[in-house]
């Protein structure tokens, strides 16, 4: 419970403070323009009316006199480039408003249009920083992964975003940083305005708006329920996950960089199942590769003790862009990212695999692992390159674990099919769940508008699992889950009856889901996972599933 801050992006940011340097502003200005311009060039006018209103936007984008004064703002006034045009916008809204002719009065929308379209090339060259600056719940329309990781979070208290799904990288990265969180909000950031009382419950998904002293106790009981029940799951810590009749999981913990090792330790983890390395390149603190290599040394020195620690090469694209990278596509998520993007940038991904290959110098269990891997053909040749660089280590006297172990991740659904094959190139697999169930539903894990569609217990996202983790059993190689279904204690008889050796999530679900293996039986678990597979659709799957769970150790 905290007051708000409330942050939007969709708003128009304009400064209305003067520039001592007036050449940038211009220059900023003239981009802004050409852009604005060539968007409106690029547009295909089909009709005889679309034709004749784009005529108009280009005579009033073009008019001299609105140019100069726009440039006049700049250079004699010092405004900023945004303040500029907006002020000669309106002085030319203002006359319009005075003309005794409906056609002109019209012509105030396409004005505002045009403005408002150069104002925001202005704005988003110039995008503000978040900055929290009191203890509040950030209340935005939504994050960016490369706003959350780079911004400072000292004051957030929560957040609540009007999108976003729950395996969306901005909940990723806020369950992993312990900021209770509720998205998919609708309107609420214009509806909420800075200072008012915020409370949300993140595992319910609930959140009220300055609540009344009844509401208030209310959550205040969850919250100290929920103290309780964590401070009891602690005592289990030293616990190996086993289930009653002997299966023994091993439970791993997610990180983006080395501030969430401590978390893990304190919460028993079995090692690193996951290090999204990709989030470290949006930070500009670590540019420098050597910085990014001692954090990976770093990591595994202090993680060893506890178990394997796998670095997942770069996920870089889709929606994870470090800054300086533009990457412009239709369709990113299915587009130039992760391996494909590091097959072509060769140096980057060098530079990545010699850091690996270095920080796992006289360790045993270090794991190097693929992301986005769509078939054998594509493993094989990443597979190539790696063991090019390692010659090349080999050659330049740069010590590794020779035994470093190789690993896939499996989160295209053309991967899962094939996981047969793969699996006789690799150490392990990885489940990454997030991606496998976007892409065989077709339903973005980031949109909240369908995120009814996202069913981890959709028939057929279990089938893929079972024939995954098949696949590896048959090719005796291990299995593992690194999407956020396995950190869902609810979904643990579904992956402990298929047998999937280690479970690697936040840091926050370990404890949880430790006491929950303990109170299986994998017996159990594998006739309930042969009964699940037979059953038509997620809805009866679910039921089915919270019967169990309701039998079988829930409390
Ligand atoms: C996944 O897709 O399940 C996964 C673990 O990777 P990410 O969430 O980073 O896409
Ligand atoms: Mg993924």
């Not at 939504?142 to 909940?171: F, N, Q, R, W």
Request: proline share 4%.
């Amino acid at each position: 419970m905290a007051k708000a801050y409330v942050f939007r992006h969709s708003e128009i940011y304009i400064s209305y403070e003067t520039v001592e340097d007036h050449d940038a502003a211009l220059q900023a200005f003239e981009a802004a323009y050409r852009k604005t311009h060539s968007d409106i060039d690029a547009i295909d006018a089909g009709s005889e009316d679309e034709k004749a209103i784009l005529a108009v936007y280009k005579a009033m984008l073009e008019d001299p006199d609105y140019l100069l004064l726009i440039r006049s703002n700049i250079k004699d006034k010092g405004y900023n480039a945004a303040w500029a045009v907006e002020a000669a916008t309106d002085k030319y809204v203002s006359l319009l408003e005075r003309v005794n002719d409906d056609f002109f009065k019209e012509r105030i929308a396409d004005l505002r249009d045009i403005s408002g379209r150069i104002i925001s090339e202005i704005s988003a060259e110039e995008r503000r920083d978040i900055t929290v600056p009191y203890p509040a719940v950030l209340v935005a329309d939504y994050l960016l992964p490369s706003e959350i990781i780079s911004m400072d979070l000292s004051c957030v208290k929560g957040l609540c975003l009007d999108k976003g799904g729950v395996t969306s990288h901005v909940a990723i990265l806020a369950r992993s940083l312990g900021i209770p969180s509720v998205f998919a909000l609708g309107d609420l950031s214009a509806d909420v305005s800075d200072g008012d009382l915020i409370a949300l419950d993140g595992k319910a998904g609930t959140v009220a708006v300055n609540p009344d002293r009844k509401m208030k106790a209310m959550y205040r009981k969850k919250l100290d329920k929920q103290i309780r029940a964590e401070a009891s799951l602690e005592n289990g810590a030293g616990e190996p996950a086993v289930t009653a009749d002997g299966f023994e999981v091993s439970l791993m913990g997610n990180i983006e960089g080395p501030e969430g090792i401590e978390s893990l330790i304190k919460a028993g983890a079995d090692g690193i199942g996951l290090f999204r390395t990709e989030f470290l390149m949006m930070l500009p603190e670590y540019a420098d590769k050597e910085k990014r290599t001692a954090v990976y040394r770093e990591t595994v020195e202090r993680m060893s003790p506890y178990g394997p620690v796998t670095f997942r090469t770069y996920d870089i694209g889709g929606d994870k862009v470090p800054k300086e990278m533009k990457i412009e596509e239709e369709n990113p998520i299915l587009g130039w990212r992760a391996v494909r993007l590091c097959m072509e940038m060769k140096d980057l991904f060098r530079d990545q695999l010699i850091s690996i290959l270095k920080a796992s110098a006289g360790y045993k269990d270090v794991r190097l692992m693929f992301p986005m891997v769509s078939g054998s053909e594509e493993l094989k040749s990443v597979i190539a390159f790696l063991d090019e660089v390692k010659d090349e280590c080999r050659k330049k006297g740069i010590e590794f674990a020779e035994d470093i172990k190789i690993g896939t991740m499996i989160e295209i659904p053309s991967a899962a099919i094939t996981a047969d094959v793969i699996a006789k190139y690799v150490d392990f697999m990885s489940i990454g769940t997030n991606d496998l169930i976007q892409y065989t539903i077709a339903v973005d894990r980031s949109n909240e508008k369908i995120s009814y569609l996202y069913r981890p217990l959709h028939p057929a996202v279990l089938r893929l699992l079972w024939h995954v983790a098949e696949s590896a059993h048959k090719n005796g190689i291990p299995v593992s889950m690194c999407g956020e279904m396995a950190g869902y204690p609810d979904y643990l008889p579904i992956l402990i009856g298929m047998g999937i050796d280690e479970l690697s999530m936040a840091s926050s679900s370990i404890m949880e889901a430790r006491r929950r293996i303990r109170k299986l039986s994998r017996s159990s678990c594998a006739s309930f996972v042969n009964h699940v597979l037979s059953l038509p659709d997620a809805q009866e799957i679910e039921r089915a599933l919270k019967e169990f769970n309701s039998k079988h150790g829930k409390a």
